[in-house]
């Protein structure tokens, strides 16, 4: 089987400075015929560093969104009205919460989607809204939902919360989809912003699964963790590389940091 990963966005710019950046992040893969896009960064500047990797988004089989952030899912009106609507959407379920941010003052900042399912609807997109721990695209591409917290350290972000009629609550980011697929080495698990802690996931993917991860790539939202967080989580890492993970390589990334 064949893959090939490659990044549209993401919040660091490229060596020579040609592609455009932003916050959050948006991955196009290629795994033998079939072509996924795994989030759609803030705007639709994706689509235009496509361009210049002479990368043809109009005949995708999937678009992935992992979370109900706008920096994951704030392209998506703008591959479909600039570039078509012939693949299926893979969302978990709750993927459309109103979702805000906690600002000083008691004050809040809605940090979600651009379009509701009045809009997917109106676009004729087919959905399919993740409830299973596990959806198979086919044999060897998985999806992930339903993460047990395994651990007492990562600790949900108390500045993201939703909003339910007039009262904000805890995000406890239960729509959060993971992407993983199965090569002869291992697992290549593809991450959002693991809101709900990359060790949770990790560790989540190897119970059910039994596979070794071979890489990881995409987002770990440690931006603001703590010493005993960073220690723990890369302690998890050395304790698997020898174990569950073999040559793992992890591409680390900022996530949602200047919200």
């Known amino acids: 089987m064949g893959v090939k990963i490659t990044t549209l966005i993401e919040n660091n710019p490229d060596d020579n400075r040609v592609?455009?950046?932003?916050?959050?992040?948006?991955?196009?893969?290629?795994?033998?015929?079939m072509k996924i896009l795994f989030d759609t960064g803030e705007s639709g500047n994706f689509i235009k560093n496509a361009e210049k990797k002479s990368i043809d988004l109009g005949n995708l089989d999937y678009v992935i969104l992992s979370h109900g952030h706008y920096d994951h899912s704030g392209g998506f009106r703008e591959l479909v009205e600039n570039v078509g609507n012939s693949f299926k959407l893979i969302i978990g379920k709750g993927f459309f919460n109103k979702k805000f941010k906690v600002l000083e003052k008691s004050s809040y900042k809605y940090i979600g989607n651009s379009f509701d399912e009045s809009y997917i609807n109106e676009m004729n997109i087919p959905v399919k809204y993740i409830e299973e721990d596990i959806f198979y695209i086919n044999e060897n591409i998985m999806i992930f939902f339903n993460f047990t917290r395994w651990n007492d350290y990562e600790l949900l972000n108390e500045?993201?919360?939703?909003?339910?009629?007039?009262n904000y609550i805890l995000d406890d980011?239960?729509?959060?989809?993971?992407l993983a697929v199965n090569l002869q080495k291992g697992l290549i698990v593809i991450l959002g912003c693991s809101h709900v802690g990359v060790v949770n996931i990790l560790e989540t993917i190897i119970k059910r699964t039994g596979l070794p991860?071979?890489?990881?790539?995409?987002?770990?939202?440690?931006?603001?963790?703590?010493?005993?967080?960073?220690?723990?989580?890369i302690e998890f890492l050395k304790e698997k590389k020898y174990s569950n993970f073999r040559n793992m390589s992890l591409y680390w990334r900022k996530c949602i940091t200047n919200n």
């Open 159 to 166: 500045k993201f919360v939703i909003k339910q009629d007039e």
């Open 213 to 233: 991860i071979y890489g990881v790539i995409g987002g770990t939202h440690l931006v603001d963790a703590d010493e005993q967080r960073l220690n723990k989580t």
């Open 173 to 178: 980011f239960s729509d959060e989809i993971v």
């Open 19 to 33: 592609l455009y950046s932003e916050s959050g992040l948006s991955v196009y893969i290629e795994i033998d015929e």
